[in-house]
């Protein structure tokens, strides 16, 4: 069932068209990713969703009563309360019931005799209990605590706490809420490793509607069950995560070019045609050609996403050894203690022993604070290690692309940063910024003004120009969108030096990485492999510990093998159900098609209609694959 609903959606801004004839449905449990290049709109198309701007064109119709909440990329929250009373704030109603139980506790021990006091107290207590109250305040814990606030923090006022901060806090409190359509742009922004896991197991068990828009790829793997894609003005609806939207793209990207170019070969048969035989003896012919062609719908080709035509390079071979270390430890020769303010060493973490060898892609993780810039820093030489020492290799030469890009002048523009840190001329100059979308008038921008998408590509066009055979990267894929993070993606991993990188971004990680070091807990773990790899170690790693940590179990009667026959009957069942998910998947496409035709021909009542059996056969879809799953499951724990 549809709780939001976008009938032929039109947005303009002036002249500018962000999107037109967009039709979409929100249903009960959708877990939608919004992807697509920067500056296409998506968070317009949120708060179009939100009801917080209303569209040019088109309709949008909300399920009664619908409960909704919204964190934007960048957040506020004035309050002057503590983060425990902001939390707590969103259970009111279930303290003021908390309140009135306890009133009657009282009255209670006064008169313990009292009937009906006591069935009051009864229908009180049920009444709280099933409204959670006994479980809230664990609940603002465990959120509090997943998305990475330490009990400590508690206490603090939200008025102290950093703008990464309050957008966890509002993340937070947007959770406990449980609102029936959740709506988040860019969630991850401030989240370290841990916090981005927890929140996506948080967000696998949502039983509500999810609308996230997100350059984490990973993330929308796990969480999204459908990916709305908005470019060039309209919207692509996909089923499943975001691989699976990768690999549909690409079939209907190629089906479409099929259809474009076989469409081509016959206009130009038809124009031929028609040039031949115009003035002829078969000029009716040729006329009536002529009209089909007019009368034609024309296939468009697939759009090309203009990226980034980036290349690294080393432009000198290391030794084979690029750094090798007995082991050191990170930290900080002096800071102020928290009691004394006396000056004191502030050790991070210890490394172990240090290896990195010509070729060597090592993905540095770890939590917020734990001190990778630190090690970074330490490794470059712009820090001494409070203990051991480094060795570099021969012939290395290091390029660093730092977070903050703090290095930049905001007085100069983008051409003369580029040419300020490099030797070419301003044609050379502004050919090179053009292969990562500097044109035109944005060479002449204040690098002061720039966003953080554009500062990133920045770092990486200055980068780039270095000639480095050892690339040193802290969030390198920052304010950076897909297609970006995909090309960045390609070039290190094609990238013929050696790589050391802070991220994130885990698919980049997964597809870059040869090594993973892990920061945790005053250490740091080095792994061989890759970043799944790395996870699946883990993960052996833990159950093998629980299971030698609990207690022995009796052994427990084994039940009795089902009949066969019911094994049978239940494959057959299956095998039905997938056909029909089959045909359903199919008329959906049929469907869809037929509403983008509507959608051009304008064809509202037409359009309203489609939508309509387009939610029925979703909801249908939806049903027979909860079914099959649950068949599937039972059989595989027959076997």
Same mark, same amino acid.
């Given at each position: 069932?549809?709780?939001?609903?976008?009938?032929?959606?039109?947005?303009?801004?002036?002249?500018?068209?962000?999107?037109?004839?967009?039709?979409?449905?929100?249903?009960?449990?959708?877990?939608?990713?919004?992807?697509?290049?920067?500056?296409?709109?998506?968070?317009?198309?949120?708060?179009?969703?939100?009801?917080?701007?209303?569209?040019?064109?088109?309709?949008?119709?909300?399920?009664?009563?619908?409960?909704?909440?919204?964190?934007?990329?960048?957040?506020?929250?004035?309050?002057?309360?503590?983060?425990?009373?902001?939390?707590?704030?969103?259970?009111?109603?279930?303290?003021?019931?908390?309140?009135?139980?306890?009133?009657?506790?009282?009255?209670?021990?006064?008169?313990?005799?009292?009937?009906?006091?006591?069935?009051?107290?009864?229908?009180?207590?049920?009444?709280?209990?099933?409204?959670?109250?006994?479980?809230?305040?664990?609940?603002?814990?465990?959120?509090?605590?997943?998305?990475?606030?330490?009990?400590?923090?508690?206490?603090?006022?939200?008025?102290?706490?950093?703008?990464?901060?309050?957008?966890?806090?509002?993340?937070?409190?947007?959770?406990?809420?449980?609102?029936?359509?959740?709506?988040?742009?860019?969630?991850?922004?401030?989240?370290?490793?841990?916090?981005?896991?927890?929140?996506?197991?948080?967000?696998?068990?949502?039983?509500?509607?999810?609308?996230?828009?997100?350059?984490?790829?990973?993330?929308?793997?796990?969480?999204?069950?459908?990916?709305?894609?908005?470019?060039?003005?309209?919207?692509?609806?996909?089923?499943?995560?975001?691989?699976?939207?990768?690999?549909?793209?690409?079939?209907?990207?190629?089906?479409?070019?099929?259809?474009?170019?076989?469409?081509?070969?016959?206009?130009?048969?038809?124009?031929?045609?028609?040039?031949?035989?115009?003035?002829?003896?078969?000029?009716?012919?040729?006329?009536?050609?002529?009209?089909?062609?007019?009368?034609?719908?024309?296939?468009?080709?697939?759009?090309?996403?203009?990226?980034?035509?980036?290349?690294?390079?080393?432009?000198?071979?290391?030794?084979?050894?690029?750094?090798?270390?007995?082991?050191?430890?990170?930290?900080?020769?002096?800071?102020?203690?928290?009691?004394?303010?006396?000056?004191?060493?502030?050790?991070?973490?210890?490394?172990?022993?240090?290896?990195?060898?010509?070729?060597?892609?090592?993905?540095?993780?770890?939590?917020?604070?734990?001190?990778?810039?630190?090690?970074?820093?330490?490794?470059?030489?712009?820090?001494?290690? /409070?203990?051991?020492?480094?060795? &570099? +290799? #021969?012939?290395?030469? =290091?390029?660093?692309? $730092?977070? %903050? @890009?703090?290095?930049?002048?905001?007085?100069?523009?983008?051409?003369?940063?580029?040419?300020?840190?490099?030797?070419?001329?301003?044609?050379?100059?502004?050919?090179?910024?053009?292969?990562?979308?500097?044109?035109?008038?944005?060479?002449?921008?204040?690098?002061?003004?720039?966003?953080?998408?554009?500062?990133?590509?920045?770092? /990486?066009?200055?980068?780039?120009? &270095? +000639? #480095?055979?050892?690339? =040193?990267?802290?969030? $390198?894929? %920052? @304010?950076?969108?897909?297609?970006?993070?995909?090309?960045?993606?390609?070039?290190?991993?094609?990238?013929?030096?050696?790589?050391?990188?802070?991220?994130?971004?885990?698919?980049?990680?997964?597809?870059?990485?040869?090594?993973?070091?892990?920061?945790?807990?005053?250490?740091?773990?080095?792994?061989?492999?890759?970043?799944?790899?790395?996870?699946?170690?883990?993960?052996?790693? #833990?159950?093998?510990?629980?299971?030698?940590?609990?207690?022995?179990?009796?052994?427990?009667?084994?039940?009795?093998?089902?009949?066969?026959?019911?094994?049978?009957?239940?494959?057959?069942?299956?095998?039905?159900?997938?056909?029909?998910?089959?045909?359903?998947?199919?008329?959906?496409?049929?469907?869809?098609?037929?509403?983008?035709?509507?959608?051009?021909?304008?064809?509202?009542?037409?359009?309203?209609?489609?939508?309509?059996?387009?939610?029925?056969?979703?909801?249908?879809?939806?049903?027979?694959?909860?079914?099959?799953?649950?068949?599937?499951?039972?059989?595989?724990?027959?076997?």
């Amino acid at each position: 069932m549809s709780i939001v609903t976008l009938q032929d959606i039109g947005m303009y801004y002036g002249a500018q068209d962000v999107f037109e004839g967009v039709s979409l449905n929100v249903a009960h449990g959708d877990k939608i990713g919004l992807v697509g290049p920067n500056g296409e709109g998506k968070t317009t198309l949120l708060r179009i969703v939100l009801g917080q701007l209303e569209p040019t064109s088109g309709t949008v119709q909300r399920s009664r009563g619908l409960a909704m909440a919204y964190l934007p990329q960048m957040p506020t929250l004035a309050s002057e309360r503590t983060l425990l009373e902001e939390m707590l704030s969103v259970f009111d109603a279930l303290r003021a019931q908390q309140a009135k139980l306890l009133s009657l506790a009282d009255e209670l021990s006064q008169r313990p005799h009292d009937t009906a006091l006591l069935d009051a107290y009864a229908r009180a207590e049920e009444r709280f209990e099933r409204a959670g109250g006994y479980t809230y305040e664990s609940r603002i814990r465990r959120v509090l605590g997943g998305i990475g606030f330490a009990e400590e923090t508690l206490s603090w006022p939200i008025s102290v706490l950093s703008g990464g901060q309050v957008t966890r806090a509002l993340l937070a409190k947007l959770l406990l809420q449980e609102p029936d359509l959740l709506v988040l742009d860019e969630p991850t922004n401030y989240l370290d490793l841990d916090a981005l896991e927890w929140l996506e197991s948080y967000l696998q068990a949502w039983s509500r509607s999810l609308l996230i828009v997100s350059h984490d790829r990973y993330f929308l793997d796990q969480v999204a069950n459908r990916i709305w894609e908005l470019e060039g003005g309209s919207v692509e609806i996909y089923r499943g995560n975001y691989s699976a939207y990768l690999v549909e793209r690409a079939h209907r990207r190629e089906r479409q070019r099929r259809e474009y170019e076989e469409q081509q070969e016959v206009i130009e048969r038809t124009e031929a045609f028609i040039r031949r035989y115009k003035a002829g003896q078969r000029s009716k012919q040729a006329r009536g050609r002529e009209k089909q062609l007019e009368h034609l719908e024309r296939i468009e080709p697939p759009k090309e996403r203009h990226a980034m035509g980036l290349r690294m390079r080393a432009a000198l071979r290391s030794g084979d050894e690029v750094l090798t270390s007995d082991g050191i430890t990170v930290g900080y020769p002096t800071v102020p203690a928290a009691d004394t303010g006396e000056e004191q060493p502030l050790r991070l973490f210890e490394t172990g022993e240090l290896r990195i060898e010509r070729g060597d892609r090592v993905a540095l993780l770890g939590t917020n604070g734990s001190g990778k810039t630190t090690l970074l820093r330490t490794l470059m030489g712009e820090m001494e290690p /409070l203990g051991g020492r480094l060795r &570099r +290799g #021969a012939s290395v030469r =290091i390029g660093y692309l $730092p977070q %903050t @890009h703090d290095w930049f002048d905001p007085n100069l523009t983008v051409l003369e940063q580029l040419m300020a840190e490099s030797n070419l001329k301003r044609d050379q100059a502004l050919h090179h910024l053009a292969r990562f979308l500097f044109t035109r008038d944005a060479v002449d921008k204040r690098v002061g003004t720039l966003s953080g998408g554009e500062r990133s590509r920045l770092g /990486l066009a200055i980068l780039t120009l &270095r +000639g #480095a055979n050892w690339l =040193i990267l802290d969030e $390198p894929t %920052t @304010h950076l969108d897909v297609t970006s993070r995909q090309v960045l993606e390609q070039v290190l991993s094609s990238y013929n030096g050696t790589l050391l990188f802070v991220s994130h971004d885990r698919y980049l990680v997964d597809a870059v990485a040869s090594h993973v070091w892990m920061v945790r807990d005053g250490c740091m773990e080095q792994f061989e492999g890759s970043y799944s790899a790395y996870v699946e170690a883990r993960a052996l790693a #833990a159950a093998e510990s629980s299971q030698a940590d609990a207690p022995p179990t009796p052994a427990s009667p084994k039940s009795a093998p089902r009949p066969r026959r019911t094994e049978q009957r239940q494959a057959r069942i299956t095998q039905e159900i997938e056909e029909q998910i089959h045909i359903l998947e199919q008329q959906l496409d049929t469907l869809q098609q037929e509403i983008a035709r509507a959608s051009q021909a304008q064809e509202v009542s037409r359009l309203r209609e489609l939508s309509g059996t387009f939610a029925e056969v979703e909801t249908e879809l939806a049903e027979r694959l909860a079914e099959w799953e649950r068949l599937a499951s039972a059989l595989q724990e027959s076997q």
